[in-house]
């Protein structure tokens, strides 16, 4: 038997994900890249780069919020309770 410490694929998965960036942190490297974006002091290679990041992290956020909604959803349906869209909400399908 081996004392190897080498992680298992669960560990793996569970170390990565405690890795993993929340939204504060994406959102705010996201507002750094799209500085960098607008200065335009960049070459074309490292502005490939910065926008291909961007466009990971954007993907990222997305998926985050996508998951916060369906907790809230799912915690305000426990109550019998609905959401009700804001004035103006960008994502209501009727435009609220």
Known sequence: MSDDKTPTPKTKKASAKAEEPGFDARLE?????????????????TSIERYKEGHALLAGCRDLLDRYRAQVEELTGQDGDRTVPY???PDHPNGA
Do not use: F, N, Q, S
Not at 29 to 45: F, H
């Open 29 to 45: 490297r996201l507002e750094t890249l799209v500085a960098e974006l607008e200065e335009g002091d960049l070459d074309l290679e």
């Open 87 to 89: 004035d103006g909400d």
